[in-house]
């Protein structure tokens, strides 16, 4: 590990072959990191879960664990493995070496996770809780229980419920392509902000979510100029 | 709490007031145990997974995650919460009560995982693993990651190529009922044995699951008789 990570992770492994595990990619060998990887997600859900039902005193189970989900998916994950320069220190095999692994969302988000995982054997619960809070804990401060982790129409849907606005009407307006490689175009429409946008994807569900994705972003920066327009 | 359980679960809360909300049902109203629970779940997870991790050096992540779900499932944590004589604790609203709720299985399994949760927050991590160790070590010691978790056609296949015989043979025999509530019959043919038995279900493979699980049982019984015989 390069002093860099040691000092970002604030753990000093006493042994540090389970650090080497957790950064190595079963495409290298032996030795990979993906038992690690079993403990480290549960070591990072029940950090996680914690710290969520101490932060959001009121906020019911269901809504808890959507937050959650949010917050230790992939996309999260990999967005704090790139962040600590993670991809650089992971071995891996010459195959996915050469196809830019490194960088792989999928992979980073496993290696971080193992990490965890790592520090939890070598040290604990309390040093991995330690190490989660370093690494995690902006993304924890900034978790917003009002939106994160909704899908695009639910968040659209609360936006125009909270301004007393009827919901939107999604439409299909075309179709294209063979019966097992459709494309779906679905048009948002909200009359009472004249707004249309539309959305495509391989499922109606998709495009659906990808035109009310595009609406949210356009009500919000009509509500921005109304604001500014207002004074 | 009764004396008894507070024994068996070996742990003095210091705000007992969380051990009230985790054997509170939500049908008995306010400050009830499903935040607790979402919580508990995830220390289960990880006391349980970090279990599992040291015990079986050698066991792929794959199975590790499926012995843990057969570890922690609602059948299992209830049967724990039985043998605690947790049903009696537990504070529930009237329909409930008259429904015979204090022996549901998935009011039982909750109540359980929100009082893990209950140790977690009020005693910490290791407080919540030494519960855990003393409900659970039992079915811990006894896990077998040779057959746990796995469904009965799958045990049936790897004891019949364990012992060099072919595959068992699925034949549907029978199919009654309208189409929104079809009733399928299956049985399960091993030649080899001169065993056929019959298993019946909603779906194609459930009935193809029930009559595994009765050939599997069968096989057992014939395999001992020869034991016996064969001295």
Not at 103 to 109: F, G
Not at 200 to 216: K, L, M, T, Y
Request: proline share 4%; aromatic share 6%.
């Amino acid at each position: 590990m390069s002093a860099p990570l040691r000092a970002q992770l604030g753990y000093a492994f006493r042994r540090p072959e389970l650090l080497t595990s957790a950064l190595t990619h079963r495409s290298f060998g032996a030795a990979h990191n993906e038992r690690l990887e079993f403990v480290g997600d549960a070591v990072l859900n029940c950090v996680v879960g914690a710290a969520l039902y101490e932060r959001f005193p009121a906020l019911p189970e269901g809504d808890l664990s959507r937050v959650r989900a949010a917050l230790v998916n992939q996309d999260t994950l990999a967005r704090v493995a790139r962040r600590l320069g993670l991809g650089g220190e992971i071995r891996l095999g010459e195959g996915e070496l050469k196809s830019g692994g490194h960088d792989r969302t999928s992979i980073l988000a496993d290696a971080l996770e193992a990490v965890f995982g790592a520090v939890f054997v070598d040290g604990g619960f309390e040093a991995a809780r330690s190490v989660i809070d370093a690494c995690y804990g902006d993304v924890l401060a900034q978790a917003d229980p009002a939106s994160l982790g909704k899908d695009p129409k639910t968040r659209l849907q609360e936006w125009l419920q909270a301004r007393r606005l009827p919901v939107p009407e999604y439409v299909v307006t075309a179709t294209t392509g063979d019966a097992h490689a459709q494309q779906f175009e679905v048009e948002c429409r909200i009359p009472a902000l004249s707004l249309a946008t539309t959305g495509r994807g391989s499922s109606r569900r998709v495009a659906e979510q990808a035109a009310a994705e595009a609406a949210g972003a356009q009500a919000a920066l009509l509500a921005a100029g109304d604001r500014r327009g207002g004074g």
